[in-house]
């Protein structure tokens, strides 16, 4: 008997239609890491190849199949864009072949899905067995694949576990870390929204959790302007994101955000540029010990934590109202739960000072702000929303706070993880039918773990006064540069 004659094939061979357009579908399965989102048996998934994915690039896909858990590491062999994609898979167990055609409907897309499977020679007598529950897996999976891009979730609720969790405070810390990303990772809905059409701006993008927001809405084709404060470092951002993902849309501005003449000139210069903003990630952040005051007088935590992004929203809100529905993002912190706004004691005095106290009272009134954005927006079409990222192993979070970074880092998150929400609440199609919360793990999640923080209406209004006022009597003070 030869080689070829003892090996046992199975074909899968399934169709669906989707009501949506062919590059939208094509793009989504063509970065085949989408298949943790739609094949249940596929439990985690990565590149292997840098750059745009072509023929050659490469990805691995751990399967965890009724015969145990295997690899599969696919190799794009063939590709017709927006028609046909072939991929070759192998691993311990069999070889498989991919063809997956995509045509236009009038209603969409419709996919034609075949897997050749080659089992390799000891398993051979297990073909008949393995036939009707490979049939049952393709159906699932495909039907998965559907559903994914039919995309229509609803928007999430808080589940009963972590808001038990939250009630109890220390068990709602807990999920701070990356067990509590693992857990909520359990219920998540796949992300299909195409984002080759979105302008996203994202301030803080050259490390820790931006970079990693950048890198991943860079892979979804969005066009990205990446606010930095390192002039040095734009020509290598740029060059490194390309690079890796293929993407030339990428733009850097340079702005020192604790400065407000800076931000002003920020938006001056994108105001100038006239591109309509779709989504404004403000990521930027730092955490202040000693106290120190910008060149300008201010204390530092207060300067770019609040009053920056706070002037670049409403500097930037004509370019975002321009958009069909735009996404604001606040990055907030656990932090603020041990504050309550109290908004005479918002730019913290040079007795008693703590940067991690500033940093928490001016995270909690960005918060506060947030709300009030998404109420006072709707009309506009700004969704507002802010979120925390739990505890991430960043730059940041090393160099502000060491002691507890050595003694965390175990449990710390990657800060792939730490972004994951702002990339949700940037690309979900659910994540944009709701506004005003603030978000951990995809999920809307209480502003107070304990009532004693809650501020009343009066606070909060007062908030929105000092703010006004200070954002208008700082403007006044700037010098503009003529146009
Ligand atoms: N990591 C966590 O566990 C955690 C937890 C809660 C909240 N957060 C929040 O997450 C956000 C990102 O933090 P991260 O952990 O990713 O820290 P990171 O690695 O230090 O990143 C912070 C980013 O903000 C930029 N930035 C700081 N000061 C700036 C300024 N004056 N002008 C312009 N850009 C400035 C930094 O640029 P440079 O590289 O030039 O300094 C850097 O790109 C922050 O808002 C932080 O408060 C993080």
Request: hydrophobic residues 40%; charged residues 25%; neutral net charge.
């Amino acid at each position: 008997m030869t080689n070829t004659e003892s090996k046992a094939m199975i074909e899968l061979h399934e169709k669906i239609d989707v009501p949506r357009p062919v590059h939208e579908a094509f793009d989504y399965v063509l970065d085949f890491r989408s298949v943790i989102e739609w094949d249940a048996t596929a439990s985690a998934a990565s590149k292997l190849t840098a750059g745009a994915i072509d023929v050659g690039t490469r990805f691995d896909v751990k399967c965890e199949l009724p015969v145990g858990a295997v690899t599969i590491r696919y190799t794009i062999t063939r590709l017709e864009p927006n028609q046909t994609i072939e991929l070759h898979g192998t691993c311990a167990l069999f070889e498989v072949n991919d063809v997956i055609h995509f045509s236009e409907t009038q209603d969409g897309t419709h996919i034609d899905y075949r897997a050749n499977f080659t089992f390799h020679k000891v398993l051979s007598s297990a073909e008949k067995l393995a036939q009707s529950g490979m049939e049952r897996m393709g159906k699932a999976s495909l039907l998965g694949l559907k559903s994914a891009l039919e995309d229509n979730f609803p928007a999430p609720k808080i589940s009963t576990g972590n808001q038990r969790a939250d009630s109890l405070v220390v068990p709602g810390l807990a999920l701070f870390t990356k067990a509590g990303f693992r857990r909520g990772r359990r219920r998540w809905q796949p992300m299909s929204a195409w984002m080759g059409d979105k302008h996203v701006v994202i301030t803080g993008a050259n490390s820790g959790l931006g970079l990693s927001v950048a890198y991943r809405l860079a892979e979804l084709g969005a066009e990205l302007t990446l606010v930095i404060r390192n002039e040095a470092r734009a020509a290598s951002l740029i060059d490194e994101l390309r690079r890796e993902t293929g993407n030339s849309r990428i733009h850097v501005e340079i702005a020192d955000l604790s400065l407000m003449s800076e931000v002003d000139r920020l938006v001056q210069r994108m105001i100038r540029s006239d591109k309509t903003i779709d989504v404004l990630i403000n990521n930027a952040g730092a955490l202040f010990n000693p106290r120190a005051l910008t060149a300008e007088g201010l204390e530092k935590s207060f300067a770019l934590l609040l009053l920056s992004p706070v002037k670049l929203t409403l500097g930037l809100k004509p370019l975002l109202a321009r958009a069909e529905t735009a996404r604001v993002i606040n990055v907030v912190s656990g932090g603020m739960y041990s504050q309550k706004l109290n908004v005479d004691e918002l730019i913290c005095p040079e007795q008693g000072y703590s940067g991690s106290v500033a940093y928490a009272k001016a995270k909690r009134a960005l918060m506060v702000t947030t709300e009030q954005w998404a109420q006072e927006w709707a009309d506009d079409n700004i969704i507002v929303n802010a979120m925390h990222p739990g505890w991430a192993n960043t730059p940041g979070v090393e160099n502000a706070l060491p002691g507890f970074h050595k003694l965390t880092r175990l449990v710390l998150r990657s800060p792939a993880e730490g972004a994951d929400t702002i990339n949700w609440l940037a690309v979900a199609t659910e994540a944009g039918k709701i506004s005003g919360k603030l978000f951990l793990d995809r999920e809307p999640r209480t502003t107070h773990l304990m009532s004693s923080t809650v501020e009343d209406n009066a606070e909060r209004e007062k908030l929105r006064q000092f703010l006004a006022n200070f954002t208008l009597e700082h403007a006044q003070e700037t010098p503009r540069k003529a146009s």
